[in-house]
């Protein structure tokens, strides 16, 4: 199982950013796929869940209407597009695999700063 | 979202002492409830899923339990490799949900 994630950046407060996370050494089309965050020195928040086919999405309140989980099962991507960014989004974005609703896989992180 | 509340949010303790992490859910979740050990740097290892089912390489050390809203997770006899931070989730429901997690550090 390997997840890397990509599009990590500094954006200024009120922006937007798209992360990816290209996933390869399984069947994509089959699994759950997730975004977990974890800001500098504090906890984890699990953010969005995608259902295998992409057809339902679930969120966390705190983002929810202003980030969205997709996914392209033709070329094993798995996407979280991000709008109206605030301080409290700075943090390290985890793609995760899931098997059986459980983490079996975690990609390396992409770093979200989020700061004028 | 379901709220879960971890306590304490820090555990000072000995090599060989036995520690009690408790997790509480702001409403039922029948079992679906796992606990993580997260190390500086790394992420997340499950140890336990279903409250009480030991994730394989686990050492037997660790042990969950509860259902419903009190969770446990116990270390028996800690190890100097087992001071970490430790997080309980819930996947009762689709939207999953951690616990603040409890810092457990070297007395």
């Known amino acids: ?116 | 979202d379901i709220q879960m509340t971890q306590s304490p949010s820090t555990l000072s303790a000995s090599v060989g002492d036995r520690v009690t992490i408790t997790c509480r859910a702001s409403q039922t979740i029948s079992d679906w409830l796992a606990w993580y050990q997260q190390k500086p740097g790394k992420v997340p290892k499950l140890l336990i899923s279903k409250a009480s089912a030991l994730e394989t390489g686990v050492p037997s050390r660790f042990s969950g339990s509860g259902s419903e809203t009190e969770f446990t997770l116990t270390i028996s006899c800690l190890q100097p490799d087992d001071f970490a931070i430790y997080y309980c989730q819930q996947y009762s429901s689709y939207s999953y949900t951690f616990g603040q997690g409890t810092k457990l550090e070297i007395k």
């Open chain 1, 1 to 116: 199982v390997q997840l890397v994630e990509s599009g990590g950046a500094l954006v200024q407060p009120g922006g937007s950013l798209r992360l990816s996370c290209a996933a390869s050494g399984f069947t994509f089309s089959d699994y759950w796929m997730s975004w977990v965050r974890q800001a500098p020195g504090k906890g984890l928040e699990w953010v969005a869940n995608s259902k295998p086919d992409g057809s339902e999405q679930y969120y966390v309140d705190s983002v929810k209407g202003r980030f969205t989980i997709s996914r392209d099962n033709a070329n094993n991507s798995l996407y979280l597009q991000m709008k109206y960014l605030g301080a409290e989004d700075t943090a390290l974005y985890y793609c995760v695999r899931l098997d059986r609703w459980l983490p079996s896989g975690w990609g390396h992180g992409a770093l979200v700063t989020v700061s004028s």
